[in-house]
């Protein structure tokens, strides 16, 4: 590690196993604030399996997470859920806004999730969705809107409470290269600016290239490319 500290986020040597399937088999992981690190490799490596481990979201079979200097497994169900909460964003490849609220109500709603009084939670999310470039559909529902606004949207939401730590997988998927380029754009720039750190899952070079660092995971184990690990 770099004099900038203690890692914020760390795995090590991780096991997970699906029935008879070894999801990851040994992997590593480490990322620093501010940092944004591809996570890389053939389908079916353990990418998204790594995500979830570092996320709280899987617990692992053997091996440990430590958030911070704090061990995953060593907090309840409810100290984990609340971590999510409230120092973690999502944003996944498709699906993740409620198509019931608008545009606005969704960017705004994990912080009224976290009580901050509707006005102010209605504020800053209009605040995100400008700079995002998206303030234009505030009020219309996601199903309104082009798969580049959905995701542009649905980064606004991520970010909108500052987490430390936003977990991205695939999040330019579903999109053409140029609105993808622009997603990954605005993403990072928002990320660098509130120092998040960002653990980006991904199969695609071009949007590798977005990261400082790369780690490339194969047949469950997790290397990284800078040798830090
Ligand atoms: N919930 C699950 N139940 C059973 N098997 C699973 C589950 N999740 C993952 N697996 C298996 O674990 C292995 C790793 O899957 P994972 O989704 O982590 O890979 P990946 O690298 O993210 O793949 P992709 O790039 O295709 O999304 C695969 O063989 C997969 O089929």
């Excluded at 481990?53 to 609340?82: F, N, T």
């Excluded at 649905?154 to 987490?163: C, G």
């Excluded at 997603?183 to 949007?207: P, S």
Aim: one cysteine or more; aromatic letters at 4%; charged letters at 25%.
């Amino acid at each position: 590690m770099t004099e900038s500290g203690p890692a914020l986020l760390s795995a090590r040597d991780l096991h997970k196993r699906y029935g008879s399937t070894p999801a990851l088999a040994g992997a590593d992981f480490t990322i620093s604030a501010g940092e944004v690190v591809a996570v890389m490799g053939p389908s079916g490596s353990g990418k998204s399996t790594l995500l979830h481990c570092l996320a709280g979201i899987v617990a692992p079979d053997s091996g440990r997470v430590a958030y911070r200097g704090r061990e995953l497994s060593a907090l309840s169900d409810a100290e984990r859920s609340a971590l999510r909460r409230e120092e973690f964003g999502f944003v996944f490849q498709f699906g993740q806004l409620v198509p019931e609220l608008t545009c606005q109500e969704n960017v705004a709603l994990p912080l009224r999730l976290a009580g901050v009084p509707r006005k102010t939670a209605e504020a800053r999310a209009v605040e995100w969705l400008a700079r995002l470039e998206v303030d234009e559909v505030a009020a219309k529902r996601p199903g309104q809107l082009s798969g580049g606004q959905g995701q542009r949207v649905a980064v606004a939401r991520a970010l909108v409470n500052d987490p430390r730590v936003l977990f991205a997988d695939e999040p330019t998927g579903a999109l053409d290269s140029l609105n993808g380029e622009r997603v990954m754009r605005l993403l990072v720039d928002a990320a660098r600016e509130t120092g998040t750190g960002v653990v980006l899952v991904t199969h695609e070079t071009r949007v590798a290239a977005y990261s400082d660092r790369e780690v490339v995971v194969r047949d469950g184990r997790a290397r990284d490319l800078a040798g830090a690990v």
